[in-house]
C-alpha cells in the first residue's frame, strides 16, 4: 500500500477515484508544522534561523499520519503545486524522517486522471529552491509582523497590525482617496447635433473648431461657438471607412479572474476564491461522483497544454464551425515578472459544459465556473471583426464627428464579452448612407455642462489589479491582503469601492513618517523579484533576508526611541456614566470610537460614541425599548445590539424596527428596503 499525503480533505474522494486500491490518500488540512503563534522564533544572530514546531493542534493527526508512514511501503507527498505546498511538503518530510532529496514528491496542476497517473510516473526531489522563497518570504514577514506591528500599536491605537505587502495594498487605498480630496474639478461642455436619414436617427459630436482639437470651458464659449454653429449647414467633408479586428482575451490567471468575477458576477474575492478552491478540489455531480472542474487556482500564467488547447479547438469546430478557429492557434505572453509555475485557470475537460453541472452546483460555483469556462472557450477562438464608419462634417468652421461600427464576424464575442467600466463606455451606433459633400439634417443641438472625474476608488478587484501590475503580491496572497484590510476595518466599503477609515490613514500616515523607506510599492516589488530570484536562481535565502533587515532595523530604532506620537488622548465628555456616576471619557480603539468610564478599571462600562453621523441608533430594541445601535466584531463584521449591554442581551445581525409581526408577535427587521418578520414569512406590504 502507498501512502499518498496531501493538503485538502476535500481533494481526497476526487483523487481516490483515480488512484485505486493500491493507494491511501491522507489529508494533512495544510501546514502541519511552522513558525509558532506566541513567539517571534527567527534566530536574528544566528543567521535568521526559523525555530519551526509541530502545530499543537495538530497533534492527533500527526500521530496518525506518522502510524500510516510507518505501515506503507511508499510515501507520496502531493501539495498544492506552488511555493507554499513545497515548503508544506518538506514539512511533511521532516515530520516523517524522510530524505527530501529522495523522490518522494508529486504534482499534478489539475485533478484528473490522466494528470494524477502521469504525476505518478514522474515522482521527484523536493525542490528546495522553492521552499528557501517560502522560508525568506515568512522569515520576512515575521519580521514585519513582530518588530513593527508592536510600534504602530503602541504609537498609533493599541491591538494593530503591520504587513511587508498589508501595509502597501493599505498605503495605494489611502493615496488613492488623498487624490480624490485634493482633485479640483475642471469644467468643460460638450456641443450635440442630433440628425436623422432614411428614418435612422445618430448623432454628431463637437470635435474641432478650424481644424484644431476644441475645448469649450464655459457657456459664454459655447454660446459664442452655437451662434455659428446654429446659423450653419452641416456639410459632410469626409467619410472614412475601416475594418477592425478584436483579439480575444488570454485565459485567465489569478487576479483576473477576481476581477471578472466581481465586476461581471458582484462576487467578493473570498467568495471567489472560496468557490474557485471548491471547482480545482472537487464538487459533487450527479452521475459523476464528486470530480475537479477546473485546473489549479494560483497562477500568473496564460499559457496552456498543448493538449488543452487541443481539445478546445476541436470543441470550437464541433461547436461553431471552421470560421471560428483562428489561423494559427492563440498563443499569450506571460508578464515579465511572472512565475510561470503553472497552466492558466481552464475547465478541465471542454466536455462538461456548464450547463450540464448546473443542477449540480451551488449558484456562486456555477457562476465561475461558467465564467472561466467561456474565458476558456473564447482565448482558443478567432478575432471578431467589424465594420467602422467616421464622418467628418463641416458647421461653419466647427468640426463635428459621427461614428458608427457594424460587428462583421463575432468570433470570441460569440461566447464572451469584455467588461467595460460604465465611465469608459462609448456610445456607438449604425449609421445610414453618408456621403461626401453631402448636408445632413439637423433636428435638435444640445449643449451639456460637465466636469472632469476624480480617479475612482479601488474596488477589491482593481486593488488587486494595481498589485500585479506594480509587482507586489503574488497569486496566492492577493485575496487575503486584500480581504484583511476591511477585516481589520482599516478601510470599508462604500458599495462596492474601498475607503481608508481614519485608522487606515492614520496608520499610512505614521509608516509613511519613519518607514517609508521599506513600506512603499517600489522596495515591496523589488523584494518579491528577490523571492524569485530565490526560487529560480538558487540565490541564498539568508542573504535576501539580511538585505531587508539591515535597513528595517534601523527604522525601528529610530521610530521606537522618538516622542513622536499618533495616538488619541482620551476626551473628557459630559456623559455620566450609568454605573458608577464618573464622567465619560471619548477614546479611540481598533474599531472606532467609544465611550468608556474614567473610573477605569474599577469600572469598565462601555458605550458606542453618537454624533451627527457616526453612530446614530439605527432602531429600537424589541426586548426593552431602548435604542439599537450597529456594532463590529473582531472581524470587521456588523451586527446589531442594544445599549443597555449589560441589563439587555439582545442582538441581530438585521436591524430592528421597534415594530411586531401582526401575525406571530416577533420583532420586524430590514431587509435591504423590505420590513419583515424576525422569524415567519410575513413581508410588510
Known sequence: MKLVVIEAPAKRETLKKYLGNGYEVFATKGHIRDLPV????????????????????????????????????????????????????????????????????????????????????????IDLNLVNAQQARRVMDRI???????????????????????????????????????????????????HEKNKIAFKSTLQTYKSKKIKLASKEEVEKALSTIKTSQFVVENV???????????????????QDALNKLGMSLKKTTASAQELYEGVE???????????????????????????????????????????????????????????????ISMQITPEMVQDSLTKDNYRLYKLIYERFLASQMNEAEYSNVTVSIDAGGYGFKATGRTLEFPGYTAVYKEFVDDDKKQEISKLPQIEEKE???????????????????????????????????????????????????????DGKYLVPTELGRKITEYLEKFFSGVINVKFTAHMEN?????????????????????????????????????KSEPIETDIICDKCGHKMLLREGRFGKFLGCSNFPKCRNIKPYQTEDV???????????????????????????????????????????????????????????????????????
Open 530 to 566: 528577490r523571492l524569485d530570484d530565490i526560487a529560480e536562481n538558487k540565490d541564498d535565502w539568508h542573504d535576501v533576508v539580511n538585505s531587508f533587515w539591515s535597513g528595517f532595523k534601523g527604522l525601528l530604532e529610530k521610530a521606537d526611541s522618538s516622542s513622536i506620537s499618533m
Open 240 to 258: 472614412k471607412k475601416s475594418k477592425t479586428k478584436s483579439h480575444a482575451p488570454a485565459p485567465f490567471t489569478t487576479s483576473t479572474m477576481q
Open 38 to 125: 506566541k513567539s517571534f522564533a527567527i534566530d536574528i544572530n544566528n543567521n535568521f534561523e526559523p525555530h519551526y514546531e509541530n502545530k499543537p493542534d495538530k497533534k492527533e493527526l500527526i500521530s496518525e499520519l506518522k502510524r500510516k508512514a510507518e505501515k506503507a511501503d511508499d510515501v507520496l507527498i502531493a501539495t498544492d503545486p506552488d511555493r507554499e505546498g513545497e515548503a508544506i511538503s518538506w514539512h511533511i518530510a521532516h515530520v516523517l524522517g524522510l530524505d527530501p532529496n529522495t523522490k518522494c514528491r508529486i504534482q499534478f496542476n489539475e485533478i484528473s486522471k490522466n494528470a494524477v497517473l502521469k504525476a505518478l510516473d514522474n515522482p521527484r526531489a
Open 285 to 347: 455531480v450527479k452521475g459523476e461522483g464528486k470530480i475537479a472542474l477546473i485546473t489549479y487556482i494560483r497562477t500568473d500564467s496564460t499559457r496552456v497544454s498543448e493538449d488543452a488547447q487541443k481539445a478546445c479547438l476541436n470543441f470550437i469546430e464541433s461547436k461553431f464551425g471552421k470560421n471560428y478557429l483562428p489561423a494559427k492557434p492563440n498563443i499569450y505572453a506571460t508578464k515579465k515578472n511572472a512565475q510561470d509555475a503553472h497552466e492558466a485557470i481552464r475547465p
Open 439 to 493: 448636408i445632413l439634417e439637423v433636428k435638435d443641438i444640445k449643449e451639456e455642462q460637465k466636469f472632469t472625474k476624480p480617479p475612482v476608488r479601488y474596488t477589491e478587484a482593481s486593488l488587486v489589479k494595481a498589485m500585479e501590475e506594480k509587482g507586489i503580491g503574488r497569486p496566492a496572497t492577493y485575496a487575503a491582503t486584500v480581504t484583511i484590510l476591511t477585516a481589520r476595518n482599516y478601510a470599508e466599503k
Open 144 to 194: 514585519v509582523g513582530y518588530k513593527l506591528s508592536p510600534i504602530i500599536s503602541k504609537k498609533v491605537a493599541p491591538k494593530l497590525s503591520a504587513g511587508r505587502v498589508q501595509s502597501v495594498a493599505l498605503k495605494l487605498v489611502v493615496d488613492r482617496e488623498k487624490e480624490i480630496e485634493n482633485f479640483k474639478p475642471e469644467e468643460y461642455w460638450t456641443v450635440t447635433a442630433f
Open 615 to 685: 453612530k446614530k441608533p439605527v432602531g429600537k430594541c424589541p426586548a426593552c425599548g431602548k435604542n439599537v445601535y450597529a456594532v463590529k466584531t473582531k472581524k470587521g463584521k456588523t451586527f446589531y445590539a442594544c445599549e443597555d449591554r449589560e441589563g439587555c442581551n439582545f442582538m441581530s445581525w438585521d436591524i430592528p424596527t421597534g415594530e411586531k409581526c401582526p401575525e406571530c408577535g416577533k420583532y420586524m427587521i430590514k431587509k435591504g428596503k423590505r420590513e419583515k418578520c424576525s422569524s415567519c414569512k410575513y413581508i410588510k406590504a
